[in-house]
């Protein structure tokens, strides 16, 4: 059993897709074996219902009253899943000037003018054109680089290939992750293993072991974990086995972030 185990991608109740509030996440934690979480709630950029900019005052408030209630239990931390950020970056410096964040998640959930992925019937879909472009954005938000971990690398295949049981063939597309890989890792940002895709169907992390090693001999020195709960039943899990992926990865350290500063813990 590992410990050290920090949940660094999170969604309450003030994500439009989250169910539960912080203080039953916190209640939520304390039954796990972990150290503590990272609220990352969704602010989708491209979407002015969605970008949190006008209601994270509220949140954060929720978030230091969270951690006063249960500071001698678990470590929670203040983040931010900014999702489409370089579609309007505007948007996104501004919540970055006006908050205060431990920790900043770098996201795409669609391709600019787009729905989220999820909503698409990727069987009436050009679907290798659409990764296409879903990388070509992804290498647009690493070189951006005002992130600290970019989210999910993968995300696409969480509902082609997952849920929707659509084979896909990653090779045309190795040249752009190559290239975004290099660029977060010649940043010093970090990546993701978000383990979510463990218990939704598509049986391998986001992104998988070969990405993990890549990034590793590309110069990569920082990875985040997440579970990317939106149920607070759902938080911590699988992450055992992202920490197992890192170990076999060749990484000795695991990442979290406080005060936008990476911290690195060791694998134990």
């Not at 009253?65 to 489409?84: C, H, N, P, V, Y």
Request: aromatic fraction near 10%.
């Amino acid at each position: 059993m590992y410990q050290n185990l920090f949940d660094s991608h999170t969604h309450s109740d003030n994500s439009h897709d989250g169910h539960d509030s912080i203080s039953m996440m916190c209640e939520a934690v304390t039954t796990k074996n972990l150290a503590g979480f990272c609220i990352t709630d969704h602010c989708e950029c491209d979407d002015p219902t969605l970008n949190l900019l006008n209601r994270f005052r509220g949140l954060e408030f929720e978030i230091l009253k969270a951690q006063a209630a249960f500071r001698d239990q678990l470590m929670l931390t203040s983040g931010i899943e900014l999702g489409q950020a370089t579609y309007y970056p505007d948007v996104a410096e501004q919540m970055l000037k006006n908050f205060k964040f431990d920790f900043v998640l770098g996201s795409l959930h669609n391709l600019p003018g787009q729905k989220d992925f999820c909503t698409f019937d990727f069987s009436k879909m050009d679907v290798p054109a659409l990764l296409r472009s879903y990388y070509e954005e992804l290498l647009k938000l690493a070189q951006w680089n005002k992130f600290d971990s970019l989210a999910h690398i993968t995300y696409p295949l969480r509902y082609i290939q997952g849920i929707q049981k659509i084979p896909v063939d990653m090779k045309p597309y190795e040249d752009v992750i190559r290239e975004l890989l290099k660029t977060v890792a010649q940043n010093g940002k970090a990546i993701e293993v978000n383990t979510s895709t463990l218990r939704q169907g598509l049986g391998m992390t986001m992104p998988d072991l070969p990405y993990v090693k890549l990034f590793k001999e590309l110069g990569g020195e920082y990875v985040t974990l997440g579970s990317d709960a939106h149920w607070a039943n759902d938080i911590g899990s699988h992450l055992e086995n992202g920490m197992a992926l890192l170990e076999e990865a060749g990484f000795r350290y695991f990442t979290v972030f406080h005060r936008r500063e990476p911290k690195l813990l060791k694998i134990l």
